[in-house]
């Protein structure tokens, strides 16, 4: 069984390597028309964002394959090494690992995130966006629902029902009685 569990792992970093991969190949070959907005500045901006798009890709995987490597050893050496010291040692390089992973992610997050903001492109542009908050304020709702009801009942295995109800509740909200 922990054998399977890493073997599920390894495939799913090489799957996340390919999707990464496979994305920045499509954006490397997409054309892009922009308006300049001064002269020269968004042009430079999209030359370093360009430039720069390899690295973060990079980081995006080397980050995936981080966190997604984090728990082998814990898997590899649980029927074998049940001390102290094993234990030590798999926690310390799973948060180690995951940590790290996590600040790669986002490095490059935040790095795509400015220029995206300074080019005004994506989620930062000045267009009126379509987004209700209210659906934000449900989901949060919803989670503080799913984990109080987890919690104090202790049925883990039913409650996550709660997801796909709730999903099923938004839409029919959207669709029908918010009209």
């Given at each position: 069984?922990?054998?399977?569990?890493?073997?599920?792992?390894?495939?799913?970093?090489?799957?996340?390597?390919?999707?990464?991969?496979?994305?920045?190949?499509?954006?490397?070959?997409?054309?892009?028309?922009?308006?300049?907005?001064?002269?020269?500045?968004?042009?430079?901006?999209?030359?370093?964002?360009?430039?720069?798009?390899?690295?973060?890709?990079?980081?995006?995987?080397?980050?995936?394959?981080?966190?997604?490597?984090?728990?082998?050893?814990?898997?590899?050496?649980?029927?074998?090494?049940?001390?102290?010291?094993?234990?030590?040692?798999?926690?310390?390089?799973?948060?180690?690992?995951?940590?790290?992973?996590?600040?790669?992610?986002?490095?490059?997050?935040?790095?795509?995130?400015?220029?995206?903001?300074?080019?005004?492109?994506?989620?930062?542009?000045?267009?009126?966006?379509?987004?209700?908050?209210?659906?934000?304020?449900?989901?949060?709702?919803?989670?503080?629902?799913?984990?109080?009801?987890?919690?104090f009942t202790g049925?883990?295995?039913?409650?996550?029902?709660?997801?796909?109800?709730?999903?099923?509740?938004?839409?029919?909200?959207?669709?029908y009685i918010k009209?």
């Open positions: 069984m922990y054998v399977a569990t890493v073997l599920m792992l390894c495939f799913i970093g090489v799957a996340a390597y390919l999707f990464l991969i496979s994305a920045s190949r499509m954006t490397q070959n997409k054309e892009v028309i922009h308006l300049p907005k001064a002269i020269g500045v968004e042009d430079t901006l999209w030359k370093q964002k360009m430039d720069e798009q390899n690295s973060h890709y990079m980081e995006l995987i080397i980050g995936v394959l981080l966190c997604t490597f984090a728990f082998i050893p814990f898997f590899l050496g649980w029927n074998t090494l049940h001390g102290d010291w094993f234990l030590l040692v798999a926690g310390t390089w799973m948060m180690f690992s995951f940590g790290l992973g996590m600040a790669f992610i986002m490095h490059a997050a935040v790095i795509r995130n400015a220029y995206s903001l300074l080019l005004d492109e994506n989620y930062f542009s000045r267009r009126k966006q379509k987004g209700n908050p209210q659906y934000g304020f449900y989901w949060m709702f919803v989670a503080f629902f799913y984990a109080g009801l987890s919690v049925y883990w295995a039913w409650t996550w029902l709660i997801w796909p109800i709730a999903f099923i509740g938004l839409i029919i909200y959207a669709r009209k």
